[in-house]
């Protein structure tokens, strides 16, 4: 699930809370999600690297390093 966009929140006489838009990596459908002010949630740290096209195996795509291949 990637993360999008959030917006924190105080409504009125209500509790404050975030509001976030994830998106999902697999469907790329994209939902929004409310989380308490002080609720934790775990960052993942994420990279990008270049990488070249093999082959498509049924479903799945394969992919080469070209610094290693």
């Given at each position: 699930t990637l993360f999008i966009d959030s917006q924190h929140r105080t409504p009125g006489n209500l509790r404050a809370f975030v509001q976030?838009?994830?998106?999902?990596?697999?469907?790329?459908?994209?939902?929004?999600?409310?989380?308490?002010?002080t609720e934790k949630i775990d960052v993942i740290p994420m990279m990008t690297k270049r990488m070249e096209f093999s082959y498509k195996d049924g479903e799945d795509f394969v992919f080469s390093d070209p610094e290693t291949y």
């Open positions: 976030a838009t994830l998106r999902s990596i697999r469907t790329g459908k994209s939902s929004d999600v409310r989380f308490s002010s």
